[in-house]
């Protein structure tokens, strides 16, 4: 058994005749918060794609605990562990939040079963306490009633995550999690992903502008610039990486 989760190897990604990855290889360990920086538009999004299976690579393979799962979609690597959210919330508006998570969890115990028709099923009771149950976990009790399109932006953020959550996977793929944020929810964010961390058996690959929250989460960064990696390693090793500080970090690293 390798500790190696997901492995991306040689990822190419084309979108006509544009090459967005370049041939990237990159890992998450069992455990490890592993954040993926770079600029606007360096292939971060669509390097998660990849190895999420929203979009399949030009060339390139990707596995998944050992499994070479590249030309499965996402909703089968879901089904092997995989659990990711996205750059912008995809939820029930209409739903209230109560009412996502009963979806999502009802998802998780029929799988297979279409969003029309899980819309349709009357809850078990161990499903509708174990949804009052995460909502409390993630302090969204007082919005358990509302539709889930009125909440703040920070809660809808919450809400989506604690519905990948809702699947027990055993990686956890972030894309801007705390983007378009307030201070408040972006420390909230922070705080909640890193104890889920802390509970153990779960593994962490995200990307993220903000340096606070990049320097809070990461046991292991890794920045891609114009599709190709061009430095991974830890979090020091990174911070003083002079190619990283010229093309990315710039001056900010310091205050964070
Ligand atoms: N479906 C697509 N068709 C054509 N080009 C695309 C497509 N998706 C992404 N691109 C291009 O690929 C490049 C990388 O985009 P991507 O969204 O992966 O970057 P990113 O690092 O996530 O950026 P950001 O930090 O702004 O979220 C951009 O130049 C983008 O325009
Ligand atoms: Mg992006």
Redesign the pocket.
């Known amino acids: 058994m390798s500790d190696i989760l997901l492995r991306g190897t040689s990822l190419k990604k084309d979108?006509?005749r544009?090459t967005?990855l370049k041939g990237v290889d990159i890992d998450v360990a069992e455990g490890e918060a592993h954040v993926v920086i770079?600029?606007?538009?360096?292939?971060?999004?669509?390097?998660f794609k990849v190895l999420s299976g929203e979009v399949f690579p030009t060339s390139g393979t990707v596995s998944f605990d050992g499994r070479d799962v590249t030309r499965l979609a996402g909703w089968q690597r879901t089904r092997h562990g995989v659990g990711r959210t996205f750059?912008m919330a995809r939820i029930f508006k209409e739903l209230s939040a109560f009412e996502n998570l009963v979806v999502a969890l009802e998802a998780k115990k029929r799988q297979g079963t279409s969003a029309l028709e899980l819309l349709r099923l009357v809850p078990a009771a161990s499903i509708r306490d174990e949804a009052r149950r995460i909502l409390a976990e993630f302090s969204l009790e007082h919005v358990s009633a509302w539709p889930a399109g009125s909440l703040s932006h920070g809660d809808k953020k919450t809400l989506e995550l604690a519905m990948v959550l809702a699947a027990r996977p055993r990686l956890l793929m972030l894309d801007?999690p705390t983007a378009g944020m307030s201070p408040a929810d972006r420390q909230r964010s922070v705080e909640l992903i890193a104890g889920l961390m802390k509970g153990g058996g779960l593994s962490l690959l995200l990307?993220e502008?903000d340096m606070q929250v990049v320097f809070g989460l990461a046991t292991r960064i890794t920045v891609?610039n114009y599709?190709e990696i061009i430095a991974t390693g830890s979090p020091e090793e990174v911070r003083s990486n002079p190619r990283v500080r010229e093309v990315y970090l710039g001056h900010d690293v310091s205050a964070a």
Do not use: D, F
């Not at 770079?38 to 390097?47: E, I, M, S």
């Open positions: 979108y006509g544009i967005v770079g600029p606007n538009g360096a292939g971060k999004t669509t390097l750059q801007e990307t502008h891609l599709g």
